[in-house]
């Protein structure tokens, strides 16, 4: 069917004109040949109008597959651009992170070896034993033999 703002060629109008004209005459063989050329031309008209739409509607949609790739294309450009933020961003706290986590564990290790540098030794039994001894002779004015155990407390204290 033709669309009703397709204009109808004068033709067809000339055409119905003598078909009714041969009717009317009683000349029904010149009335159905100028049926049939109605009827063709109307479908070589519908034809061509069919053809247009058709064109016309493939234009349409190569301009909406135009205009769907282009938007898609600056989604994904948009969308690499904020991945490409979003990494950058991550990598930045990833340094920030590993920056603080390494000073943390500087100030531990620096709170660890002043705490081990605070702490007193533990001696052994006989060092102190040695050490009492020492302390005992030196009180009771033997100075030599106080000494004596003074140096074997030291060397003693070298060893461990």
Known sequence: MIPPDVRVPSEFAGLAARRAKAAAAGKYRCAHNADKQLVAAKAAHEATVLRELNELQQQELRLA?????????????????????????????????????????????????????????????????????????????????ADAVRRRAHERTLRS
């Open 65 to 145: 597959d135009e205009a769907f790739l282009t938007a898609r294309m600056h989604a994904a450009c948009e969308w690499d651009a904020r991945l490409t933020q979003l990494h950058t961003a991550l990598a930045d706290d990833e340094a920030m992170l590993l920056e603080r986590q390494q000073q943390d564990a500087a100030i531990l290790q620096d709170a660890q070896a002043q705490r081990a540098s605070l702490a007193r030794p533990k001696f052994s039994p006989a060092l102190l034993n040695l050490r009492h001894v020492e302390r005992m002779l030196a009180t009771q004015g033997e100075y030599i033999k």
